[in-house]
């Protein structure tokens, strides 16, 4: 989608798709430690909340990016990715681990 609608040959350069994709994968692995640390330390349902903030500000800030006089678009768009994917790295372990700390005991 990005190619088709910010490039003329409708393709991302590979340099591109690089970026986003290391950028992707770093956020999500930097939420997991940091926010699974600062989990342990301050609670599991306060970060659990703070992580859909953190979601929901990453997400709304990819709606609104875009190309300015001096900056292209994807320089906003990869910075708002991380901090939306910050967040689901750290989101994907707690939900498993809340799952099971308040499901019933049989």
Same mark, same amino acid.
């Given at each position: 989608?990005?190619?088709?609608?910010?490039?003329?040959?409708?393709?991302?350069?590979?340099?591109?798709?690089?970026?986003?994709?290391?950028?992707?994968?770093? @956020? &999500?692995?930097? +939420?997991?430690? =940091? *926010?699974?640390? !600062?989990?342990?330390?301050?609670?599991?349902?306060?970060?659990?909340?703070?992580?859909?903030?953190?979601?929901?500000?990453?997400?709304?800030?990819?709606?609104?990016? @875009? &190309?300015?006089? +001096?900056?292209? =678009? *994807?320089?906003? !768009?990869?910075?708002?990715?991380?901090?939306?994917?910050?967040?689901?790295?750290?989101?994907?372990?707690?939900?498993?681990?809340?799952?099971?700390?308040?499901?019933?005991?049989?």
């Amino acid at each position: 989608m990005i190619g088709l609608a910010f490039y003329k040959s409708h393709i991302i350069p590979t340099q591109v798709d690089t970026a986003i994709n290391l950028s992707t994968t770093a @956020g &999500a692995i930097c +939420g997991q430690v =940091v *926010l699974d640390y !600062l989990a342990d330390k301050l609670g599991r349902k306060r970060m659990y909340g703070l992580e859909l903030i953190i979601i929901l500000i990453g997400t709304f800030g990819q709606s609104i990016s @875009g &190309a300015g006089p +001096g900056l292209a =678009v *994807l320089g906003p !768009l990869i910075f708002w990715r991380v901090v939306m994917v910050v967040g689901v790295g750290g989101d994907y372990p707690h939900s498993s681990i809340i799952t099971s700390e308040f499901s019933t005991v049989k």
